[in-house]
């Protein structure tokens, strides 16, 4: 197997980004993906039990699983996908696993055969061997994916050409191989920020193929951090979950030694994921055009119904875990709202803008009202911008667009006109509220609550519809939601030194 680190040298888009998650990786759903994988190939059964919960595949590089989880992969659901690796790839091994797996589906083909230092071929002779996967898929009715390409610095050269271009080298590939069966396109890519993936990915389209994103991560820059890389997953799985020419894609990687620079999945022990790793199977971001959110309500600005040109990344706000970003001119987000009665609302928004500039609200995609907005010293940092607007009751299609960009969004929030707006809300650094949005069941950790504390929830008609005054010291409260309506709520832990406000957001699903 070839799993050794690789050299990178791939063009990206700079700016500035940074990254913190201030609620637990429990905010998420588990809802499983069918396109999301990882490449690793150290996996035991503990990994497997856990991995499943979230994502569907994974390939090691190798024409059959580890022998640790070969016998027991399928009891979780994932797939597994053998590799042709290179020129010397394993016939035999290949035939016999699909012999005795007859429902797996796919074949990768080679894997960056444009990098002298991995597969090593140049397009002619990866065309010439590729007869040879079209006959094993055509004996087991398999679909090929590949060659698998990427940005090279060290390329491979056939006729006075050096292709370390990835489209370069699959277009020289497919002139060689006009006829060959190549039923998905294959890329990786390394780029630290998602909005640069996605036009990446858009270069491939091309091919007029579903792609399969078999290798990511942050790794083209000189200084990575852990931020950076809950950053690109965020924002990553929000495009290739709803990009519809993204087939599957892979997280490179589960690696346990910790050397590369902190995309690891899986840490030390057997089975349990890193603070990355929770992130990554557990994120699911939901664009649902059918649903509408009854107000009043804080809309999370990530939970668009639809959208054009943003992509989301991790915030820097002292409340949630990311902010739409990439926001440029003629760039839009939408919400959907179901309004209770006529009347006049409030419509609150955490803004940070880079530069002075302008959002238009729409209601059902004709403007109502434009907002001037200033700058507010930079890319994360945050400021609250209010207007009032009349809403008729009813279900409506709530559009912000922009003519010019420079600003990010973390959310919006609409309640009626004289009820309490967006309240106060403090960073503590040792108080920790999940899930938020929350169905059932609340968790509220303390690093220790002092007998006398006061915890409260009050909803924004100022009506305290929970209390209660911690009797002796603990940690950790949770507190019964399902009965509570949808809509947004005020968590007030109260102690002799400091009051603590955040805003609770309740949902049916």
Sequence with gaps: ???????????????????????????????????????????????????????SWWYNWYYQPESSVVSVYQNYGMDFVPMAWGKSFNEAGLRAFYTSHPNEKYLLGFNEPNFMSQANMKPSEAAALWPKLEKIAKDFGLKIVGPAVNYSGDGVTENGVTYSNPIAYLDAFFAACPNCQVDYIAVHNYMCYSGALSDYINQFKKYNKPIWLTEFACWDQATITLDMQKGLVMGAIDFLESEPMVFRYSWFTGDRKGGSPYISLFDSQSGNLTELGQLYIN????????????????????????????????????????????????????????????????VSFRISANASTNLELRENNTAIQTLQVSATGGWQSWKTLQTNISFTAGKHKLRIFTNKGMFNLNWLEITSSGQPTTIQETKSQDLRIYPNPVNDKLTIELGLWSAGTQISIIDLAGRNVFAKTMTERISMLEIDFSSFRSGSYILQVKDSNKTTNQLIVKTDS
């Excluded at 055009?289 to 999370?300: G, N, Q, V």
């Excluded at 054009?308 to 875990?321: N, P, Q, V, W, Y």
């Excluded at 003629?330 to 959907?336: A, Q, R, V």
């Design 1 to 55: 197997m070839q799993l050794q680190p690789k050299n990178r040298t791939c063009a990206t888009i700079v700016i500035c980004i940074c990254c913190l998650i201030l609620i637990s990786i429990q905010t998420f759903s588990q809802t499983k993906s069918t396109k999301r994988g990882i490449a690793y190939g150290y996996h035991s059964e503990a990994d497997m039990a856990t991995i499943s919960k979230g994502i």
């Design 283 to 346: 994120y699911n971001p939901i664009h649902d055009p059918s649903s509408y959110t009854p107000i009043p309500a804080r809309l999370e600005a990530e939970s668009y119904s639809a959208m054009s040109g943003i992509a989301i990344e991790a915030t820097k706000d002292i409340s949630g875990i990311a902010n739409v970003g990439w926001i440029d001119a003629s760039d839009w987000l939408e919400y959907n709202i179901d309004v209770p009665t006529s009347g006049e609302y409030t």
